[in-house]
């Protein structure tokens, strides 16, 4: 039976009844017949998923780099783990259809991604061929959401090699639920932009300067003392008469914090606050550039930045002098790696191609990835990426940082505010936990993860590597 031959069968069933019938399903732990992959694992679908999700690490496409590595040849990418089996059954013979269809029916017809957990039991290679078992294994609900009324699908995932050996599992929730009356439209326009400074006569100068490019300083013209912040009348000789130092921009860091809340119109955060001693004897309020929050240290050498927040205003910000931070040392094993080391981050643009094409390179055509105005008809405000993408720029900001040796084990994402077309993403991660496993001659490496866009967070979570020991361990 087809889904649309399942959907006209259930057209006039009560809802309070198709809703029975879905969670009986659950009740019943049914699992599904085998779902065969169309296609084996290939060279050119793991070449456009690296290229759509700017994946360059070389076991995935260079035999030759991987040969020499602990995977000894090409493999796919973890991610990559549902792109196989992805559109080969979309009927509605599976328990985890007839729910889904069910749910439709009963007017629950929009969907989006919540959660998507993954373990990576072994690993694909070009030329493997799939299949996948599902079942569901919770139904929650009716919820009341920001979206609307909806019900919570947990769906279990196994995957086979066809050979039979078990090569991962995965769990995907689903938000299913009532679209609204009206298609949403796109909040307006609004600039997200930092309170303007107050400009008065007396720090009128200091502002001129910043547009100038210029970090200008007081001067009281009697005795000589510098003051910061500006004021009207020196505190030592009580003189009014005043003019100004342009200074060499060369501090150290006197003390820093770090604001995680309220949010803040314009602010990042969290946000790095810096108290700088400038060498000329003053102080002066900033904010760090260059470095993270836990690279920040009290007296580091530092050295002036102006930083363009938008057309018209500019803020004074600090970048570590020249070698005041170590170079970073890159984890090739597991005695690289230390709780609380920072992994480094990336920006990605979420452009309605990349959001297109991304979703195309995981088999995913539900429309809301690719159609602007369906995507409004059922409940969003613009197209967005869907959680194999997300999932898969999670993977990639942990192995882009530990290398080829990297084999990932484990990842769970929660999305949390949808990254619409014309956000920003920007990743990063901290290592959360090391365990190691002399009996394997390697490690487990935690590492959380995060995704924010302009209004929060979009995605948060763990991803799981294993590392090898070093050869004196």
């Not at 200091?206 to 200008?216: I, N, T």
């Not at 935690?446 to 090898?468: D, F, Y």
Request: net charge negative; proline share 8%; glycine share 10%.
């Amino acid at each position: 039976m087809t889904q649309e031959q399942l959907l006209d069968e259930l057209r006039d069933v009560d809802p309070t009844a198709l809703l029975d019938q879905a969670r009986a399903v659950v009740t019943d732990g049914v699992v599904g017949e085998p779902i065969h992959a169309l296609d084996d694992v290939n060279a050119p679908m793991i070449r456009h998923y690296c290229a759509a999700l700017g994946d360059d690490n070389p076991v995935y496409r260079d035999e030759a780099a991987a040969r020499g590595t602990r995977h000894g040849g090409i493999i796919a990418p973890p991610g990559m783990l549902g792109v196989w089996t992805m559109g080969a059954a979309r009927g509605a013979g599976g328990p985890r259809d007839q729910v889904l269809r069910r749910l439709d029916a009963a007017g629950y017809t929009s969907v989006v991604a919540t959660d998507y957990v993954h373990e990576y039991l072994a690993p694909l290679r070009p030329g493997d061929r799939v299949h996948e078992r599902r079942s569901i294994e919770d139904l929650v609900g009716p919820k009341t959401t920001a979206l609307g009324e909806g019900f919570f699908v947990t769906s279990r995932y196994d995957y086979h090699r066809d050979d039979g050996e078990l090569v991962g599992i995965g769990r995907m929730k689903l938000l299913k639920f009532r679209p609204p009356s009206q298609p949403r439209t796109p909040r307006p326009a609004r600039p997200n932009l930092r309170p303007r400074p107050v400009v008065n006569r007396d720090n009128a100068f200091f502002w001129d300067g910043v547009a100038a490019g210029e970090l200008r300083i007081q001067r009281c013209v009697s005795c000589g003392e510098l003051r910061h912040p500006p004021g009207p009348m020196c505190p030592h000789c009580r003189s009014t008469d005043w003019d100004h130092v342009v200074a060499s921009g060369r501090g150290t860091v006197h003390a820093n914090v770090v604001h995680h809340h309220p949010p803040l119109p314009g602010v990042d955060v969290p946000h790095g606050v810096l108290l700088v001693d400038l060498e000329e004897g003053v102080r002066v309020v900033s904010e760090p550039v260059g470095m993270t929050p836990r690279e920040v240290r009290i007296g580091m050498p530092v050295e002036l930045e102006f930083r363009d927040l938008d057309d018209d205003m500019t803020v004074v910000a600090f970048r570590p002098a020249a070698g005041a931070l170590p170079e970073p040392v890159r984890p090739r094993v597991l005695e690289d790696v230390h709780v609380g080391q920072v992994v480094p981050g990336f920006e990605v643009a979420m452009t309605p191609t990349f959001i297109i094409s991304s979703a195309i390179a995981t088999r995913d055509y539900e429309e809301v990835h690719h159609d602007r105005d369906i995507a409004r008809a059922r409940g969003s405000e613009d197209l967005f990426p869907n959680i194999l993408t997300s999932n898969g720029l999670a993977l990639r900001l942990v192995t882009d940082w530990f290398g080829p040796e990297a084999v990932v084990v484990s990842a769970s994402v929660r999305l949390g505010l949808p990254a619409y077309a014309g956000e920003v993403l920007a990743l990063g991660g901290e290592v959360r936990d090391v365990v190691r496993r002399p009996e394997h001659g390697d490690g487990l490496v935690t590492v959380a993860v995060t995704g924010r866009i302009s209004t929060g967070t979009h995605l948060s979570g763990t991803v799981t590597v294993s590392l090898p020991a070093g050869a004196g361990a």
